[in-house]
C-alpha cells in the first residue's frame, strides 16, 4: 500500500554508472523539476531526510572487475541504513538517485523488514551481470543481480541477508538490451521478464495486471525501482545508458498509476536521470509526473 507519509531520500551518487551526472539527478528532481510542488498539489504530507553522501577518504578495495567497489560499498551502507530506520518509524522512504547502483542499498534497507520483498524493476536492462560478465565493469549493470545473491560477496551480504530478494519475487518491466548471460540467468531462474516485445504485444495494462496479481499473492511488500532508460530516448534523453524503443509517456504513467490502483507499493525509488544530458530538464520533470502517478495523482 501506499504509505502517505512519504520520507524522500537523496542519494546522489554516480559512481556505479560509466556516464558522470546521474549524482546530480536528486537534486534536479527536488528542486528544478518541482517534486516538491507536486506533494504539496496532491496534499502529501512528506519529509526531507539529510543527503546521504559516501565518505571523502576509503582505501580502493581490491576485485576482478567491479569499478569503485569502495565507494558502492560505502554508499550502500549508508543508505541501508537511512532506508531501514525509515521503514521502522511507518514511513515510505522515495529514493532519489543516482545510479541504479544505489538500489542495492535501498533493498538491503527494506530486507530487514520484508521477508518476501517484491521488486518490480522498470529497466531497459536487467543488471544481471557479474564481475565475470560485465562489458563494462561498472556495478550499476550487476545491482539486481547482487540482490538477488549473485556476484561481489561484499556487497550481496551486505547487513547480513542474502539473498535479500528472490527471483520468484522480481518482475523486470520494459527490458530491451540483455546481454546473453542474463538472457541465460533470466530462463533458469524463471525470472518474471517483461520485454517490450511483450509490452508490444500485450499492452502495458495487461502486463501491470499480470505483475500486480503475482506479486500481490506472494509478497508482503513491493519496491518500485524505476530506471529512467524504462523509457524512449525521445521522452527521456537525460540518461546515460539510452536504447530507442522503449516505454512511451503514457505507457510509463499508465504503469505507475495501475501499481497506486494496486495498493501494493510500499517504497520506490527513481533513478539515472542525468541532467548533464538533457534538455531544460525535460527528463527531471517527467520524472516528477511520474512519481506523481505512482503517489495518486489522476488526470480527472
Given at each position: 500500500?501506499?504509505?502517505?507519509?512519504?520520507?524522500?531520500?537523496?542519494?546522489?551518487?554516480?559512481?556505479?554508472?560509466?556516464?558522470?551526472?546521474?549524482?546530480?539527478?536528486?537534486?534536479?528532481?527536488?528542486?528544478?523539476?518541482?517534486?516538491?510542488?507536486?506533494?504539496?498539489?496532491?496534499?502529501?504530507?512528506?519529509?526531507?531526510?539529510?543527503?546521504?553522501?559516501?565518505?571523502?577518504?576509503?582505501?580502493?578495495?581490491?576485485?576482478?572487475?567491479?569499478?569503485?567497489?569502495?565507494?558502492?560499498?560505502?554508499?550502500?551502507?549508508?543508505?541501508?541504513?537511512?532506508?531501514?530506520?525509515?521503514?521502522?518509524?511507518?514511513?515510505?522512504?522515495?529514493?532519489?538517485?543516482?545510479?541504479?547502483?544505489?538500489?542495492?542499498?535501498?533493498?538491503?534497507?527494506?530486507?530487514?523488514?520484508?521477508?518476501?520483498?517484491?521488486?518490480?524493476?522498470?529497466?531497459?536492462?536487467?543488471?544481471?551481470?557479474?564481475?565475470?560478465?560485465?562489458?563494462?565493469?561498472?556495478?550499476?549493470?550487476?545491482?539486481?543481480?547482487?540482490?538477488?545473491?549473485?556476484?561481489?560477496?561484499?556487497?550481496?551480504?551486505?547487513?547480513?541477508?542474502?539473498?535479500?530478494?528472490?527471483?520468484?519475487?522480481?518482475?523486470?518491466?520494459?527490458?530491451?538490451?540483455?546481454?546473453?548471460?542474463?538472457?541465460?540467468?533470466?530462463?533458469?531462474?524463471?525470472?518474471?521478464?517483461?520485454?517490450?516485445?511483450?509490452?508490444?504485444?500485450l499492452g502495458i495494462a495487461r502486463v501491470m495486471e499480470k505483475v500486480a496479481s503475482h506479486l500481490g499473492?506472494?509478497?508482503?511488500?513491493?519496491?518500485?525501482?524505476?530506471?529512467?532508460?524504462?523509457?524512449?530516448?525521445?521522452?527521456?534523453?537525460?540518461?546515460?545508458?539510452?536504447?530507442?524503443?522503449?516505454?512511451?509517456?503514457?505507457?510509463?504513467?499508465?504503469?505507475?498509476?495501475?501499481?497506486?490502483?494496486?495498493?501494493?507499493?510500499?517504497?520506490?525509488?527513481?533513478?539515472?536521470?542525468?541532467?548533464?544530458?538533457?534538455?531544460?530538464?525535460?527528463?527531471a520533470k517527467l520524472a516528477v509526473e511520474l512519481i506523481g502517478s505512482l503517489l495518486g495523482e489522476q488526470?480527472?
Amino acid at each position: 500500500m501506499i504509505n502517505q507519509n512519504v520520507a524522500i531520500v537523496r542519494a546522489p551518487f554516480g559512481l556505479g554508472a560509466g556516464t558522470p551526472g546521474a549524482e546530480l539527478g536528486p537534486a534536479h528532481i527536488l528542486y528544478a523539476a518541482g517534486l516538491l510542488d507536486k506533494l504539496k498539489d496532491l496534499g502529501i504530507p512528506y519529509q526531507i531526510t539529510e543527503e546521504i553522501n559516501v565518505s571523502p577518504q576509503l582505501t580502493p578495495l581490491q576485485s576482478k572487475n567491479a569499478k569503485r567497489l569502495a565507494e558502492v560499498l560505502d554508499i550502500s551502507g549508508r543508505l541501508a541504513d537511512r532506508v531501514s530506520a525509515l521503514v521502522g518509524q511507518g514511513a515510505m522512504p522515495l529514493v532519489l538517485g543516482g545510479d541504479h547502483s544505489i538500489s542495492i542499498g535501498t533493498i538491503a534497507g527494506l530486507a530487514e523488514h520484508y521477508a518476501n520483498l517484491g521488486v518490480i524493476w522498470f529497466d531497459a536492462h536487467s543488471d544481471l551481470n557479474t564481475e565475470e560478465t560485465s562489458p563494462s565493469g561498472n556495478i550499476h549493470g550487476m545491482s539486481l543481480g547482487i540482490n538477488l545473491g549473485r556476484g561481489i560477496p561484499a556487497l550481496t551480504g551486505l547487513r547480513g541477508i542474502e539473498p535479500k530478494i528472490k527471483p520468484e519475487h522480481v518482475a523486470i518491466v520494459g527490458a530491451r538490451s540483455l546481454d546473453p548471460g542474463e538472457k541465460k540467468y533470466i530462463r533458469s531462474l524463471g525470472i518474471a521478464c517483461y520485454t517490450m516485445h511483450d509490452i508490444d504485444r500485450l499492452g502495458i495494462a495487461r502486463v501491470m495486471e499480470k505483475v500486480a496479481s503475482h506479486l500481490g499473492r506472494t509478497t508482503d511488500g513491493v519496491h518500485v525501482s524505476f530506471d529512467i532508460d524504462c523509457l524512449d530516448p525521445r521522452e527521456a534523453p537525460g540518461t546515460g545508458t539510452p536504447v530507442r524503443g522503449g516505454l512511451s509517456y503514457r505507457e510509463a504513467n499508465l504503469a505507475l498509476e495501475l501499481l497506486y490502483q494496486s495498493d501494493l507499493v510500499t517504497s520506490a525509488e527513481f533513478v539515472e536521470v542525468n541532467p548533464g544530458l538533457d534538455s531544460n530538464d525535460q527528463t527531471a520533470k517527467l520524472a516528477v509526473e511520474l512519481i506523481g502517478s505512482l503517489l495518486g495523482e489522476q488526470i480527472l
